[in-house]
């Protein structure tokens, strides 16, 4: 392991090292957390010759302070809230309404554009490996492994390059098996541990999904 990473690609190939005996597994999928998650699941999906889609999160950020994640919802209804961060900003039940419908109107913006407006592909029964560029509060990936229980994924795999040692405890006991190259504390934050991490944007993702599927096939 190599440490900051030079880029998410370069983290994504490092997870990919860590998950070689899934290679010729008929039955995995890769779903990114986009934006961000979509570049260091591209060469994974590659590795495990495996198709690659997104299941779209959208954080809650506390009023103010959007980089504070008070929650998070995901596609198929999904909302979770911490209530430690909800108490201690005082943040009322209108407020969150308010802030959860302005980012639901972005998960139907993306999924209109990464998924041309079709549902999150059929996970019943599959091996699923989630991907995200890091975890802090692990906010959105506590939503989106919700959705994938939800719709009774066979096994939940979450891979990261870095979380936060409390968040990776969190989530470890929430799922099947976590894949994590580094668990510091304190975190500090994600891109402190990446010497490129300049934002995702959506012409990126596109371009890795439309690469990808070209080489793999599409799922949708």
């Not at 954080?59 to 596609?75: D, N, T, Y």
Request: hydrophobic share 45%; aromatic share 4%.
């Amino acid at each position: 392991m190599k440490l900051p990473f030079k880029n998410r690609r370069e983290a994504g190939e490092q997870l990919a090292s860590e998950l070689t005996s899934m290679i010729g597994l008929t039955n995995v999928l890769v779903l990114a957390l986009p934006r961000g998650g979509v570049p260091v699941a591209e060469p994974i999906a590659q590795c495990l010759g495996a198709p690659l889609s997104v299941l779209l999160v959208r954080k809650l950020g506390v009023p103010g302070q959007p980089e504070v994640a008070m929650g998070a919802i995901s596609e198929n209804g999904v909302r979770v809230l911490n209530k430690d961060i909800v108490d201690t900003f005082a943040i009322d039940a209108r407020e969150i309404a308010r802030i959860e419908q302005r980012e639901r109107q972005e998960l139907e913006r993306r999924q209109q554009l990464y998924r041309s407006g079709n549902p999150l592909p059929e996970v019943t029964g599959k091996t699923v490996i989630l991907v995200d560029d890091g975890l802090a509060t692990g906010a959105t990936m506590k939503a989106a492994v919700e959705v994938l229980k939800r719709e009774k994924v066979g096994t939940i795999v979450v891979a990261v390059p870095v979380a936060a040692r409390e968040t990776a405890l969190e989530i470890r006991s929430a799922i099947d098996q976590l894949i994590c190259l580094a668990q510091p504390h304190p975190l500090e934050a994600i891109g402190y541990w990446y010497l490129d991490f300049a934002q995702v944007n959506d012409e990126e993702v596109l371009d890795i999904m439309l690469r990808h599927s070209s080489k793999f096939g599409s799922v949708t």
